[in-house]
């Protein structure tokens, strides 16, 4: 039951993956769900942005990083990019972490942001579970 708790409605290998980025990688990926909020917000479909969770975000994170690496091919100083958002596996060092293993990155001071991601869709009570 504590393991949902930290999970919310995410599936431990989107957390597994959320946990393996980079603060810069968080970065992007929360920028691009505050996107996907403004633009639902600006058509009058907020609920839209709703239907944008985690498995969403990861799946969208991986298209736009293929095709940006597609875009910036022929550009030399590029030629080694590489990133977390990348791959639709987290790393090794992730990969077969139970929730006991990821409950530092999900609650830690540092990773907080992770955790406010994807909690930020529960309802205040499972927040509150999870928080204590």
């Known amino acids: 039951m ?3 708790s930290i999970l919310g409605n995410n599936d431990i ?19 691009l769900k505050n996107l996907v909020r403004l633009r639902a917000k600006k058509v009058g479909h907020e609920d839209l942005s709703k239907i944008f969770d985690l ?4 799946e969208l994170s991986v ?9 910036l091919k022929d550009i030399p100083v590029t030629s080694g990019f590489d990133c977390n958002l990348l791959h639709e596996k987290p790393g090794s060092s992730f990969c077969n972490m139970t929730v006991e293993d990821l409950y530092p990155y999900i609650c ?19 927040k509150h579970k999870t928080g204590s």
Request: charged fraction near 40%; hydrophobic fraction near 40%; aromatic fraction near 6%.
């Open 13 to 31: 290998d989107d957390v597994r993956w959320l946990c393996s980025l980079t603060e810069s990688e968080l970065d992007l990926l929360m920028g």
């Open 63 to 71: 298209i736009f990083m293929k095709d940006l690496k597609e875009r």
């Open 55 to 58: 498995k969403m975000l990861r």
């Open 108 to 126: 830690a001071d540092q990773r907080k942001r992770v955790a406010d991601m994807f909690l930020q869709d529960m309802p205040p009570t499972q």
């Open 2 to 4: 504590a393991e949902r």
